[in-house]
């Protein structure tokens, strides 16, 4: 309701889905397509600003539901295939149309629900799956589910979809560092002394607890968004802009990251857990249906990492990595901070520095030195070169999914992860899991609200650097 569907009716609106799309929606909700369009008018149509009323009623025409409880028992005792009959009726003499089957379920009902679609007969060569992370909670779950549902798709029907690679920004720093020839030069270690990926967030996790106890933050972000905004800052130049090329070079990325393990892992990475601070709970006190475990004592609610990657153009040069919930601002961003030119002349000045901002406000900042202005001598003053895509561009800027949603139907897989990327990202993650589970110690607690754990702020510091916290 609140991402899919606008994404959808967005795509309808822009003439991008063919006259004869429908929409189905599998749920155990038991509603009729009258019932599940009245509940979308309802809670979509608000979503929707500025929304022409011909296409939304066109939209809401394509919506169909099917009641289906996968893996589920008929009074008999045998497998309850009712919905799985309404669905092929309702998919009957159309099998020459492309069919995307999303998975908003848990990433444990991925092979079972796959499973089913092939024993309905509705699986067709000109059929895909989108499946939405977490893809596992680490190697050998991610390498259980690759193989289910491979068994049934082949890895070119299968989108394992990462809003995140659909942002603006995101696609803009592909453009940025390849199609204009200023930066290539010194894009590497001569020239960069560090690189910051920041996505952190102002919300707790009200009524999930349950889930994120079992996930944290290293699984639930580090995994999945931001080794792939690592992966887009750090891949070499692909050949061409080819659907399998770029992920080629984003492999090699993860495969070149350098192994925490050990008592690296201490060194290297930071966890933290929120406390009560003022009117904001910590994460044992969030609301949730049970009271909280010795597993939700453990778990971390942030994440900070300096990882390496090893290879020639990256050598020597950290990329920090840093995500948590309850902290002071909602911000995701890729900071390239530049080494200080060779002999200042002038006094006072500060390295160059790269933002890219993917939210709240997408955009690109260079923060550049400049004479202040005056008679008398040279002072120097940081100032910012920006480009906001809002004021920039008058289109409208899509949303990250209807971006991909739209890419999955045109069968286009650039922005989603393949398997070997995905299992290279947990290849790496499942070290630092591993020592901090055998682990006596207890996440960092850092008060709600605050910029996260004192760790995090020493993990740069002993190097003499510092976070990235410009609230502008």
């Known amino acids: 309701m609140r991402k899919l569907l606008p994404a959808l009716y967005h795509g309808d609106r822009e003439g991008r889905l063919a006259p004869g799309t429908r929409v189905i929606a599998m749920s155990r909700g038991g509603l009729t397509d009258e019932d599940f369009r009245g509940k979308v008018d309802a809670e979509v149509r608000d979503r929707i600003p500025g929304g022409d009323p011909e296409v939304w009623r066109r939209f809401l025409g394509r919506l169909h539901h099917v009641s289906v409880d996968v893996g589920g028992r008929a009074a008999d005792g045998g497998a309850d295939r009712s919905g799985w009959d309404a669905l092929s009726a309702l998919l009957a003499g159309h099998e020459d149309r492309d069919r995307v089957f999303y998975l908003a379920s848990p990433p444990r009902t991925f092979g079972v629900f796959c499973r089913e679609l092939a024993d309905a007969g509705l699986v067709t060569p000109r059929s895909r799956v989108v499946l939405e992370k977490p893809l596992g909670h680490d190697l050998i779950s991610a390498q259980r589910i690759n193989d289910e549902v491979g068994a049934i798709f082949d890895e070119r029907q299968i989108f394992r979809i990462d809003h995140y690679l659909g942002k603006e920004t995101v696609q803009n720093l592909l453009v940025l560092r390849f199609a204009n020839a200023f930066l290539e030069p010194i894009w590497n270690s001569l020239w960069i002394d560090h690189v910051q990926i920041t996505a952190a967030e102002t919300v707790g996790t009200p009524g999930r607890r349950g889930y994120y106890d079992h996930a944290g ?16 800052t750090a891949m070499e130049p692909p050949a061409r802009n080819d659907r399998e090329a770029i992920r080629d070079e984003k492999v090699k ?18 966890r933290g857990q929120y406390v009560e601070s003022g009117d904001m709970p910590g994460y044992l006190d969030e609301p949730a249906s049970t009271p909280p475990t010795e597993e939700s004592r453990r778990v971390e609610t942030f994440t900070a990492i300096r990882a390496e990657i090893r290879n020639w153009r990256w050598a020597g040069v950290p990329f920090y990595l840093r995500t948590g919930k309850r902290l002071p601002r909602r911000v995701s961003e890729i900071v390239v901070q530049f080494k200080d030119v060779p002999h200042s002349i002038f006094p006072g000045g500060t390295p160059n520095r790269l933002v890219l901002r993917l939210q ?13 202005p005056g008679a008398g001598e040279v002072t120097l003053k940081p100032v910012p070169l920006t480009l906001s895509f809002g004021e920039t561009f008058t289109a409208r ?12 139907l045109a ?6 992860m393949r ?16 020592t901090w589970e055998a682990s006596d110690q207890l996440p960092e607690p850092y008060p709600a609200g605050s910029a996260g754990p004192a760790g995090a702020h020493d993990l740069l510091a002993r190097s003499g650097r510092a976070w990235h916290e410009d609230v502008s």
């Open 419 to 434: 398997r070997d990327e995905v299992e290279a990202a947990w290849r790496w993650i499942d070290p630092i899991l591993a």
């Open 397 to 408: 800027v899509p949303e990250a999914y209807e971006r991909l949603l739209m890419d999955v």
């Open 253 to 270: 990325v993860l495969q070149a990251l350098r192994p925490i393990t050990g008592g690296e892992v201490e060194r290297f990475t930071v």
């Open 217 to 232: 933050a290293l699984r639930d972000m580090v995994q999945n968004h931001l080794l792939q905004l690592l992966c887009l």
């Open 360 to 372: 709240p406000e997408e955009g690109i900042r260079l923060h550049i030195m400049a004479k202040e």
């Open 411 to 416: 069968g286009n897989p650039t922005l989603f």
